[in-house]
Structure formats: C-alpha cells, structure tokens
C-alpha cells in the first residue's frame, strides 16, 4: 500500500498548539519509554514501550489477549493515561493538549461499532463535524462524500437508523464516522473482528482501497495475523505487556521470524500466507477460455484474494479485470508455481505491489 503524505500548519485548538489538527494531514506518531501500570498490581500492563510510526503509514498491533496491545493504543488518544513515557503526535505531547479536543482529532473505530442507536446514521457521521462547529451545509456534503465513500449509497442509507442495516453496513458507518472531521490519525481495535469471514474480507478490501486514496496514519490492533499481513505496512509483533518481538513489514517477517515467538503467530503455510502480498498485476496471467468462471477478481487484489474465491467456488479459473475489462485469467496451477517458488523471487508490496 502507498500512502500518501501531507503535511498542515500548526493550529490553535482553545489554546492548545496542535499542528496534527489541520484537517487531511497525515503525521507520525512517536511512543518513548511508555508505560501503564494499574494501581494494586504488580506487573505493568504496558512497559517501556517505544516505537515510531511514520506519517500515512499504517501499523499492525498483533499479540496474545492481555498483552496490553489495547492499552497500548488507548494511551494515544488518552482513553488511558499513561503512568510514565511519551506520546508525541506531529511531535506535539498529547499530554499536553486537552483530552475531549485531542481526541475529536484522531478517529476512533472500534469492533462493538458503538453507533448512536437512537441517531440516524446522517447525524452518527455527523457527530464531531457538529461538535466542531461545521456549517450544515457542509456537513451534508462530507456526510454524502463519507457514505459514498464507503460505499453506501446516500439516498438509501443517510435517513435509516443503525438497527436497519447489516452488521457490515454498521461497520463501514463506524469507518465513515471515525473519517468524519478528517482526522490525520486514526485509532482501530479490531474493527472487523465481530464479521464473519466473506464480510470481514470484503471490508478489509474496501478499507485498503480507501487507505490508498487518504493516506491515514493508522494504528490498528489486531489477534488476526492474516489480516495483519493483508492490510499492513508494518506490524508489530507484540508479547506479554506489549514487549515488541519484531517490527517489520509483512514480507521481512515472513521471510525471516526474528524468533520462535514471531514464527509461533505465523503458524504453519508461510508461503501461502505471502500470497496475500503479491498483487494480481505482478503476474502473468492465463488466457480467458470457455472453461473459465465468470467469477472476477480486480487486478488490485491479491493471489490469496484469487485462490480464496478459487477455493469457495469451486471453479478451475477466474476472471481478471482493470477498470471493470476482463484482461486475463487466474487458475490454480498458476497459483502453486508460484506457491513453490523461491520466496525472494516473489515480488511483494514493498516492491510495488498493490
């Protein structure tokens, strides 16, 4: 995935300094020596936890439940303060700022949804542009330009309440509502978590597609290391209280686990789960003929994202498109050359992929 990167000027937010406020910016996101430990017990949920995020990059919190991943990610926006440490934002200590205005600046997604369920879902989205003070003209318009973004139709979807949609529906309304006052950050636990899987896979194809075009910096938590691979520019594999056994981007873990712990959450089928890496475009494809399904992949998508659909059709070969023209095909004995292929001479996202 290639993010796109801009910058903002620094803004005054009721007398705060906050240059990562000025709306469509994407900033880093510095963490030092942080830690939270809770009063009565002896261990830190999180300790001395360093790491920086580089603006419109979008990492991966993968690690076992409790090992603080959450916390972890809560201290950014204050949901939890932390006990000691930094936490820098475009190099400003969100310490520093004014909790409720720090946080109407960094979108927040996460798997319970948390929609107003009296609220329709035009004023869900709405919610921090009015608490900002946007005109309604322009609120309606981000509204409609949200929806359509997340592929929802406007004129169906903006009067209806959250009970009246589908559980991916109420998903891609968190997405849009998070992307409501553009914020250059955003914060999300495990947002598709609770979907099953042809909608989980859906909405992680439709959030790297809008990813793409916005350019976030985005820290996302996850139990899902296939997801971590699919949606990643790096991912952090986390240990008990959120000690980071390696940070990495996809393809380097894959290829070299730094120890038995990070092969642990890779599991079995590494050559497989690279194929979530390589976009259809990187590969020659077979010619359409009377045999192929007319099931059809975008050239954007992955191998993994062809043999999923492979594998639940149940079809030899499907169709490959661009821009909605069928230029190819895909078929399975492509797919395991590939599959036992040396690994380094797989092309991947860091070298271009989509």
């Not at 380097?252 to 642990?264: C, E, G, R, T, W």
């Not at 992949?297 to 498109?321: F, H, I, K, P, Q």
Request: with cysteine; proline share 5%; charged share 25%.
């Amino acid at each position: 995935m290639t993010a796109s990167t801009r910058s903002g000027n620094s803004t005054s937010i009721n007398g705060a300094t906050a240059a990562f406020a000025d709306a469509g910016s994407s900033v880093n996101i510095e963490l030092d020596g942080v830690t939270k430990k809770y009063q009565g017990q002896e261990r830190p949920a999180v300790e001395d936890f360093t790491m920086s995020v580089s603006p419109g990059e979008l990492v991966m919190f993968v690690g076992p439940s409790g090992c603080g991943k959450t916390t972890t990610m809560k201290m950014i926006n204050r949901i939890i303060e932390p006990t000691s440490g930094s936490i820098r934002i475009a190099d400003q200590d969100v310490l520093s700022l004014e909790p409720n205005e720090l946080r109407r600046h960094i979108g927040y997604v996460i798997q319970q949804i948390g929609l107003f369920p009296h609220l329709t879902i035009f004023d869900n989205i709405a919610t921090v542009p009015k608490l900002l003070g946007w005109s309604r003209s322009r609120i309606a318009e981000r509204v409609d330009e949200l929806l359509r973004l997340v592929d929802l139709d406007p004129g169906v979807f903006a009067r209806r309440y959250p009970k009246e949609l589908s559980g991916g529906q109420q998903q891609r309304v968190g997405v849009a509502r998070a992307l409501a006052a553009d914020p250059p950050v955003m914060l999300m636990d495990e947002p598709f978590g609770a979907t099953d899987p042809i909608t989980r896979d859906g909405l992680q194809a439709e959030f790297l597609r809008i990813q793409e075009g916005i350019g976030k910096t985005i820290v996302f938590v996850t139990h899902d290391f296939d997801e971590a691979i699919k949606l990643g520019d790096r991912i952090a594999v986390l240990s008990d209280r959120s000690q980071i056994e390696q940070f990495d981007t996809p393809a380097n873990i894959l290829a070299a686990p730094a120890n038995d712990y990070v092969q642990s959450f890779i599991g079995k089928g590494t050559a497989l789960k690279r194929l979530a890496l390589i976009g259809l475009s990187h590969v020659e494809l077979a010619g359409v003929s009377a045999s192929t399904s007319a099931l059809e992949v975008d050239e954007r998508d992955s191998l993994r994202d062809a043999l999923d659909m492979l594998v639940r059709s149940g079809a030899s070969s499907v169709r490959v498109t661009r821009g909605g023209r069928v230029v190819g095909a895909i078929d399975f004995d492509t797919i395991s050359t590939l599959l036992d292929a040396d690994a380094r001479k797989i092309p991947s996202r860091e070298q271009g992929a989509p």
